[in-house]
Structure formats: C-alpha cells, structure tokens
C-alpha cells in the first residue's frame, strides 16, 4: 500500500516568534512558536545538523519526517512541515497543550478502568491506521501520548517509527516496553506494538509498568521470563486482554493473528465501546486539562532557556546529506473551525530510559573513566554524559576527576539510582544536571560542592532532601520538580543566594516558612503539589519576581504576600480559593495574575485598583457575578480573559469617570466567553486597540451598530449566542480576518460583509447558510475556510 501524499506550502524560520522552551534532546530542543500572520502556536523542534550526524542519526531523522508527512489521523499528532539554515534543521509540529498521559498518569497514581478503556480504544485505531501502512511505531508509552484541548490522545515521537513489510532487526525502544523477540533479536514487525499496547494498559490501571527493575537489563530478565502478577483491583476482563496482548509467541499474540487489529475491537473488554463512536470523539472523556488559553503550556515542564549559537555549521558531504530536507509546510486540505487550530504538539524529549541502540564492548565504568581521562588531558571544564546508558557511577570516576577544573558535569537521561558517597569531592563543580534517572536520595557528601550555583535533579524519585543539602550557599538555581518530595528541610532559608526553585509535580503539602525570607529569590514554581496553604509572613524585602501555585489545594492565599511588593506574576489557577485578600492592593508591580479555576465570587474593587500595571488578567471558571468599573483604570491592561462565570452584564463607561473603556488603550485581546450576558455595554465600541474579541456562548441577542467602530478588530467570536441579524456598520472591521458566528438565530448578514477584504476563516449556522443572499453566498464560499456547523458531510 503507498503512503497518501499530502500537499505542501512554503514557510520559513522568520514566519515564527519564539515564545519558550517546551522540551530539551539529544540534537537540541523544542520551542513553542506563534505564527506571525494566523497567530496560532506550534512546536518548533530545532536540531543541530552537527550532532544528528556526530551520533549517525540523519537516517533516523529523514525516515520519521516522512512518515510524519503522509500520515493523516485524529489520533496522531500533526506534522506541519520542516526547514533548514546552515547549522540548524526545523520541524514544525502541532501543539498539544495538554501534557502527556505520563504526567496525568503519575498524578493520580493508576487511572479508572473506564479511563483506560477510553484512552485504549483510541490508540488502538491509531495502532491500526498506521498497521495497515505497514508502519510499526516501536516506542508506545506514556510520555508519547498527549492529552489534547478535548481529552483525547496523540501519539507522539516517530522517531523509532519504520515502514517495514516483514521484519526490521534493530534494537530500539523504551526498555519496559520492549517485546521478547527485540530483546532477543529475532527480527520483529507489528506484533511489538500490541505487545506494548499491552503494557500500557496493565501501565494505566495499576500505575506501574508489569516488568520494572534498576537497570535496563534487569528489565530484559523479567520480560523474558514472562511473569506479571496482577493486582487484585484489575477487572477480569482487562486482565484476559493484557493477557492475550502480553503472550510470548507473536504468532498467538492478540493483533497479530489473521484478523489482526480486529481482534482487539471484539475483545470483551470493549464490549460496550462503538468504534464509530470512538473515532469521531463522541465519548465524553475522563479528563479535560486545565488550558488557560492560546499558548499556555503550563501542562508541561518548565527549561531553561537558552541560545542555539553552539551549533557547529556542517561542510562537504555532511552538508549535502541535509538536502533531503526541502523547504515544505503542510497546507490546505482541511477547512477546520478556526477555534481548533491551537493544535497539538509533541515534545522531543527521552523517555524514563534512554530509548537507543545499545554501545557494545567497554563495560560503562570503563567507558566513564575513558571520558574522565579525557577531562584531565585536555583540561576540559565541561562534561555531558547525558543518554549513555548509564546506571553506575563508581567511585573511581570521582577519584579520577578530583582536582581537575570540572566546572560542569551532566548525567542527564541515565539509569543511575544512587551516587557514590564520595561526589562531593568534585569541588570544582558549578552547574551539575543529573535529572532524568532513577535517584531516590542525594549523597551525604554533596553539601560540599560549595561553588555549585545549578543544580538539577528533576525527573527522580527523591523523596526528601537532607537538612545538609541546604549548606549549598552558592547555589543560585534549583530543579527538583517531578519527584516525590513530601517536604523540603526547614533549613531551606540558608540558601541565602537561590534566586530560582522548581518543584513543581511533587507531593509538598506545605513550604518551609524559611523560604520566604531568603533574600535573592525571584522565581517559585510549586504548581501541581498537595499544598493547602502558604507561610503568613512575607519579607517586605522579598525579591521575588514570579509565583507559579498553580494545581494545588489552596483555599485562602496570606495577606502576607502583599509585602513581595516586586511581584510581577501570580498563578494561583486551580486550586480552591473563595476569596482575594485585599492586602494585594499593594502589588503595584503585578503585571500577569491567573485566578481561573477557583471559587472566587468577587474581585474587591480596591485591589483592582492597586494593579495599576497589570497587564495579563485571567479569570476563567470561577464564581464572578460582576467585575467594578475600577476595570477601566488598569491601563497597560493588554490581555483579558473572565470567560466562564456568571455575569449578567459588563460595567459601562460613565462619562464622569476619569477612566472608561477607551482608557484601556493597550488592551488587545478580550475574552467573555460562556457568561450571561444579554447586551453589550455603552462604551465597549470605543476600546481603540482591541484585535481579538471573544463573546461566545452568552445570550446576546443583537451587536449594536456602534460596535463598527472597533476597526482595529481581526478576530470576532460571536458563536453560541441569541443573535438574529448582524449590523451593516460591520463594514468598517476592515482588518477582519476570523468570524464565527454558527449557533446563533441569525437569518441573513447585511451585503456590506462582502467589504472585509481580509476575512479568511468564517462559520455559520446550516439554516443561516440557506438564507443567504446570493451576493452574500458567493462572498463567503470564496473564503479560504468557511465551515457550516450542523451541515452534515
């Protein structure tokens, strides 16, 4: 069966503003991006020529960019395109915001059966679409699964991706994932994905993998071996199916008998599952993530940032290889809602092993103390030994490095689950990586890395920190998000130099009242913890910049915190506050503050008033009957968001008010989604730079005339309202680009929209289709996408 090849469109590195980092790997990182013309956001994955071919990895690269350019599935995530400079390849991707299935996984421990059976079905499909390619996919887990806006799943990550029509021999995967017959090197096909598919479910449900161990090859044995033993909790039905999908000859294995996937879909697990159901997205899912809105990537970790100017430009023969990659952008072919097009995206990051061939010859320790006599030659004061298969590091190693100029060292991406007591002697050390490994406690001795300024250990399973750890009075920068920390030492006030502490996705259930003291602290990210309260005192000479509290318990925030008077951004979203202390009327210098997804039922007019530089104000999904006209006084205001709450109406603009709508003269993107509004207020028309307006699903039943004085707009979402005509003076919105207007009572639309020259994307209801005239009918059928909800295809 050929590959369906699908049409392509120009596009270039300058098309894009990069925004974050959203992942790190073995040939660079990820950055999310924003288009420049359609403002939608993407993953740009940029690679650096000079390591895909220092580690051979070109053909790698060429086979996942062309399985990713001819495959088309709800269930898999979208590859846009790819382009290159002289030291650099790009991938764009989708953006999937909401995270991967591993962290939703790890948060609630093992999922429902109902869960599991929801997010099988669909991977299943997905299984089986790129099956009937003859492409097997070989690298199933749950850091390759990604949660989209709507609760579905994407696989992610093609690069271990092959079309094979027989057997393929190469060992490559994630290590408790692997089927026997890679392990033992008997060729291989399709059968490895039910296999893995297998896994995951068991995965899913008791919240482990069936074969685990320290290392890599203790893994192997258990896989080879054969036995799983199931927790009493996993209903019999799910058992018989991982059963039947984890067997050891391929030839009886579920998937891979002569009705293949088909198999699966009648297994009594999916008894009550309707595949057509499934494949349209028709089932409710289990879990929706929290999305603040376009660009939010707060679902995954956060990097640090960093250039890409390392990158080492190729010549001759290495240059020429990177020909494959013409300049192409996937386009066209699809006329999708504008609404979906915050995409999906896939994050280019290793997984809880390192997923590789295996190095044959030297043993690790022996292979380690060849690069620590590589250090001591050429007086080197860098060393990564990231994605090498490591789980030891012998004391010899250490000893071998005492004395030399060491000044960085990264571990990063191992199987290492214990230091040697003796890593402290590396004295010289400044910035230290060892996240990614299987760490459980930090060595005694590393209280003496007295010049250490950055340390990362995310991604482990610490459990705690010894009070000694915070005798590290160098250190200026610390990553300990994604462990299983319950608390951190009381002592934690002595890092007197720490300007940064990541430890989001923990277990906290409280913060040391010591670090709130600690006198350079600008960033404190402690989102998706157990926290339900903070420390009530505040130093009024607190540094600190940035609060990350997102995904917590919180019910009540301190009136304490007002005193961080340099407080420039606040997320306290999804937690359970009711109310807003009014001693935060003096953060004056607050400038992004997220309250969505609490209870809050007000927001004191006196606070508002004191955020006079505000200028990103979100608060989704709480409780607000009404906001005060103190609104119009926060001037810098630029982003707006209070969709989701139960207000009647907006404040109007007096005209004895210092402030009104046409004060807020920065403001550019306004949100007011499912409220209740009925009419819009005297006053919103003269907003002078407002370019992105979202009214949708409110009960409005007419757009005043006057509303055509807002020439500055380019997107209008009006859908889900009462609305039964639009008004001629839309003829001035010139720079209009997107219209939605499906779900309303409309029964026809003034010839003047026939004058928005710059509309491309407009949506309209199937009866209001019918009722247009033809001048109007020919307009809008011109358009690039022009979707009709209810119209049935």
């Known amino acids: 069966m050929d590959l369906p090849t699908k049409p392509m469109m120009k596009v270039g590195y300058d098309s894009f503003e990069i925004m974050a980092t959203l992942g790190t790997g073995t040939f660079g990182r990820v950055r999310l991006v924003k288009h420049k013309e359609n403002n939608n956001y993407y993953a740009l994955k940029i690679l650096k020529k000079c390591e895909i071919v220092r580690l051979q990895q070109l053909h790698h690269i060429k086979c996942e960019v062309e399985i990713l350019s001819k495959i088309d599935h709800p269930f898999i995530v979208n590859f846009l395109g790819s382009f290159q400079d002289e030291k650099r390849l790009y991938l764009v991707l989708e953006y999937v915001p909401g995270g991967e299935l591993f962290s939703y996984l790890r948060r609630q421990g093992k999922l429902t059966d109902e869960a599991a059976r929801y997010y099988t079905s669909q991977l299943v499909l997905a299984i089986a679409y790129l099956h009937g390619l003859h492409i097997i996919y070989r690298d199933l887990k749950p850091e390759n699964l990604l949660i989209t806006q709507d609760g579905s799943i994407k696989i992610t990550d093609f690069g271990f991706a092959k079309r094979v029509e027989d057997k393929t021999w190469t060992l490559c995967g994630t290590p408790e994932y692997l089927a026997p017959e890679i392990i033992q090197s008997k060729g291989h096909g399709k059968s490895v994905d039910w296999w893995a598919i297998g896994v995951l479910i068991y995965e899913m449900l008791a919240g482990s993998p069936p074969f685990y161990d320290e290392n890599p090859f203790g893994i192997y044995q258990k896989i080879l ?31 891979c008998l002569r009705n293949g996937a088909e198999d699966v879909k009648k297994h009594k697990y999916f008894a009550n599952v309707d595949w057509n159901t499934v494949i349209s997205k028709g089932d409710t899912p289990p879990y929706l993530p929290p999305i603040q809105g376009p660009g939010d990537h707060t679902n995954f970790d956060q990097y640090p940032e960093s250039t890409e100017d390392t990158a080492i430009a190729l010549t001759g023969d290495d240059k020429a290889a990177f020909d494959a990659f013409n300049l192409f952008y996937r386009g066209g072919g699809h006329h999708r809602h504008p609404r979906l097009f915050n995409l999906t995206f896939r994050l280019f990051k290793p997984g809880r092993f390192t997923s590789s061939s295996y190095e044959m010859g030297a043993s690790p320790s022996t292979k380690l103390l060849r690069e620590a006599h590589d250090v001591i030659k050429h007086n080197k004061s860098h060393l990564d030994l990231s994605a090498r298969d490591i789980t030891l590091v012998p004391p010899t190693f250490v000893a071998y490095l005492y004395g030399s100029n060491l000044t960085e060292l990264r571990l990063t991406n191992n199987g290492i689950a214990q230091l040697p007591a003796s890593f402290g002697r590396l004295y010289s050390l400044e ?12 060595p005694f001795s590393l209280n003496k890395l007295v010049h250490l300024r950055d340390f990362d250990a995310s991604h482990n399973q610490l459990s705690h920190l010894l009070p000694t750890f915070c005798e590290l009075k160098s250190l200026e920068r610390l990553w300990l998000h994604h462990n299983k ?20 996705n923990n277990a906290l259930t409280a913060l040391p009242f010591s670090i709130v003291v600690l006198p350079k602290m600008e960033t404190l990210d402690a989102s998706d913890n157990k926290l339900t309260m903070l420390p009530e005192e505040w130093d009024t000479a607190f540094e600190l910049t940035t609060l990350r509290l997102t995904r917590n318990m919180i019910k009540t925030l301190p009136s304490g915190l007002g005193n961080a008077k340099k407080l420039q951004t606040l997320y306290v979203q999804s937690n359970r506050l009711v109310d807003f202390p009014r001693s935060f009327l003096a953060l004056g210098n607050i400038q992004n503050l997220s309250l969505s997804s609490n209870r809050i039922d007000e927001f004191p007019a006196t606070v508002l008033a004191g955020m006079t530089n505000i200028r990103v104000l979100t608060y989704i999904q709480n409780k607000l009957q009404g906001i005060d006209a103190t609104l119009f006084s926060l001037t810098k205001l630029v982003y707006l968001d209070l969709s989701e709450n139960a207000m009647p109406e907006l404040p109007s603009s007096d005209a004895e008010s210092p402030y009104t709508w046409a004060s807020l003269t920065n403001l550019v993107e306004v949100h007011i989604a499912n409220n209740k509004l009925t009419r819009l207020p005297p006053g919103l028309e003269t907003l002078p730079a407002v370019r992105f307006l979202n009214l949708s699903s409110n009960a409005l039943m007419e757009i005043p005339g006057c509303m055509g004085t807002l020439d500055h707009l380019e997107t209008l979402w009006l859908q889900g309202n009462q609305l039964k005509t639009m008004p001629t003076e839309m003829s001035h919105w010139t720079k209009l680009t997107a219209l939605l207007l499906d779900r309303n009572a409309i029964e026809s639309l003034p010839a003047s929209i026939t004058t928005l020259t710059q509309l491309t994307s407009m949506s309209v209801d199937r009866k209001t289709f019918a009722l247009l005239e033809p001048n109007v009918l020919t307009f809008c059928a011109a358009l690039p996408t022009f979707d009709i909800f209810g119209l049935e295809t």
Do not use: M
């Open 225 to 255: 071996t054969g036995k799983v033993e199931y927790p009493k909790y996993i209903d019999s039905k799910a058992k018989d199916l991982i059963k039947k999908l984890l067997t050891h000859d391929r030839t009886k294995r579920l998937g």
């Open 431 to 442: 910035r230290l990586a060892i996240d990614r490994n299987q760490l459980t406690e930090l």
């Open 485 to 504: 920390l319950e608390t951190l030492p009381e002592e934690f006030g002595r890092l007197v130099h720490l300007k940064a502490v990541y430890v989001q």
